[in-house]
C-alpha cells in the first residue's frame, strides 16, 4: 500500500460547512497528488504536491485548496462543501524510480 | 479528442475466459504504460508497468503496447472470480508529474 493512510475513510457532512482531507506517507515521497472518483468520469486530478509548500493545480481544482506542511502530510479542504462534491477522494504518492502513482485507500464523503 | 479512451463496459466473462481490455491514446508523447486494478471500495492498484512497445507478460497478465497505433491492452488468461473489479489505463510522458487515466471499465468473471 506505499505506506498511504487516508484520515477520515468516510465523512458525511452538510452543505457550506468545512472540510478537511488528510493524506499520511511514510516514505518520504516528494510528489502527493488528490483526485476524486465519480462514476461517468472516471479520476480526476485535484491538486498536486512536489514538495513541502509547492502545489499546483490539477483540472478539477475549483472549490478545493491544499497544503503541505511536511512532507509527510497532504491536506485537501473544502473551504465550504457542496452537493456536487459527494465523491470518493484518494490520494496518491509517485515513487521516485518510475512514473507510476500509488493509491491509498480512499476517503468517502457525502455532502448533504 | 480525448486523451485517453478505454472500451466502455461492463464486461462479464465466464470463470477461464480469456479477457482483453483496450485503451487508445492520441498524443504519440506518451512513453509509460500502466494497468491498474480497483476492487469495489478501494483505492486503485498498480498492475502492471510498461515502458517500450510490445508484450510484458507477469503470470496470467500480460500487458501489450502498439505505439505506432496508439493502443494499449492487458491480457488475462484464465480468468478467475478474484480478477472482477474495475481495470483502468493509465499513460504519461517521460518526467511529467501526471498520469493521465481512462474512465475503467468493470469486469465480472463468473464461476
Known amino acids: 500500500d506505499a505506506g498511504i493512510t487516508q484520515s477520515p475513510r468516510h465523512k458525511v457532512t452538510e452543505t457550506g460547512t468545512p472540510v478537511t482531507l488528510r493524506c499520511h506517507q511514510t516514505?518520504?515521497?516528494?510528489?502527493m497528488y488528490w483526485y476524486r472518483q465519480d462514476p461517468g468520469h472516471g479520476l480526476r486530478l485535484i491538486h498536486y504536491?512536489?514538495?513541502?509548500?509547492?502545489?499546483d493545480k490539477g483540472e478539477v481544482s475549483d472549490g478545493y485548496s491544499v497544503s503541505r506542511s511536511k512532507t509527510e502530510d497532504f491536506l485537501l479542504t473544502l473551504e465550504s462543501a457542496t452537493s456536487s462534491q459527494t465523491s470518493v477522494y484518494f490520494c496518491a504518492i509517485r515513487t521516485r524510480s518510475a512514473d507510476t502513482q500509488y493509491f491509498g485507500p480512499g476517503t468517502r464523503l457525502t455532502v448533504l | 479528442q480525448k486523451e485517453v479512451e478505454q472500451d466502455p463496459g461492463p464486461l462479464s466473462v465466464p470463470e477461464g475466459a480469456i479477457v482483453s481490455l483496450n485503451c487508445t491514446y492520441s498524443?504519440?508523447?506518451?512513453?509509460?504504460f500502466m494497468w491498474y486494478r480497483q476492487y469495489s471500495r478501494k483505492g486503485p492498484e498498480l498492475l502492471m508497468y510498461?515502458?517500450?512497445?510490445g508484450n510484458k507478460e507477469d503470470g496470467r497478465f500480460t500487458a501489450q503496447v502498439d505505439k505506432s497505433s496508439k493502443y494499449i491492452s492487458l491480457f488475462i488468461r484464465d480468468s478467475q472470480p478474484s480478477d472482477s473489479a474495475t481495470y483502468l489505463c493509465a499513460l504519461t510522458q517521460g518526467g511529467s508529474e501526471k498520469l493521465v487515466f481512462g474512465k475503467g471499465m468493470k469486469l465480472t468473471v463468473n464461476p
Open positions: 504536491s512536489y514538495g513541502v509548500k509547492d502545489t
Open positions: 510498461t515502458y517500450s512497445s
Open positions: 498524443n504519440s508523447a506518451f512513453q509509460y
Open positions: 516514505e518520504n515521497h516528494r510528489y
